[in-house]
């Protein structure tokens, strides 16, 4: 059997992420609740690997896996989606609160420096964010956040962006 949590940021593996996100779309489903997905990757996280080792890779994932964990709320649940990034689920979250969510993770990220042995690194993140009030849709999170972390990137990264999907004004 294999462990819910990575080994290395300690946050919940992408499989256990999976269990627990189709729990509460369930749950979402049965009590009408909203959902959202964010979606967040380390930018450039490659020129930090080729310019100071993956020693120093591991010890920025490490750090930003902290930050994110200490600025989630309660009822909210972080994986490790693979390689830098990461996968964010916000039960009974808006669209403008999983928004200012998201804004709250890239902020966290970006300051203060993250110490390593020979430098100081200041890391960025960008975030793409999907929230929906009609769970019937929630197989269509995940892409939507994707899509929205791919805009963020596309914008010159460092920044939250923002899923099309509305299946309710409320969203």
């Not at 819910?4 to 009590?31: C, I, K, M, W």
């Not at 693979?82 to 996968?87: A, L, M, Q």
Request: charge should be negative; proline fraction near 3%; aromatic fraction near 6%.
């Amino acid at each position: 059997m294999e462990a819910p949590h990575d080994s290395l940021t300690g946050l919940l593996n992408r499989a256990a992420f999976f269990e627990f996100y189709e729990n509460e779309v369930g749950r979402a489903q049965r009590y009408g609740t909203r959902l959202a997905l964010i979606m967040a990757d380390i930018d450039h996280f490659k020129q930090i690997n080729d310019q100071h080792g993956h020693l120093a890779g591991d010890a920025v994932l490490r750090e930003v896996a902290r930050r994110l964990r200490v600025s989630i709320r309660e009822s909210d649940v972080i994986g490790r989606y693979g390689g830098e990034e990461f996968v964010v689920a916000a039960p009974n979250c808006t669209m403008t609160d999983a928004v200012a969510l998201a804004e709250r993770f890239r902020s966290t990220i970006c300051a203060p420096a993250i110490d390593l042995p020979d430098a100081q690194l200041f890391v960025t993140m960008s975030l793409g964010v999907a929230a929906i009030s009609d769970v019937n849709g929630a197989d269509r999170l995940l892409h939507l956040a994707d899509e929205a972390l791919y805009l963020a990137k596309h914008r010159g990264r460092n920044q939250v962006a923002a899923g099309s999907l509305v299946l309710s004004p409320s969203s």
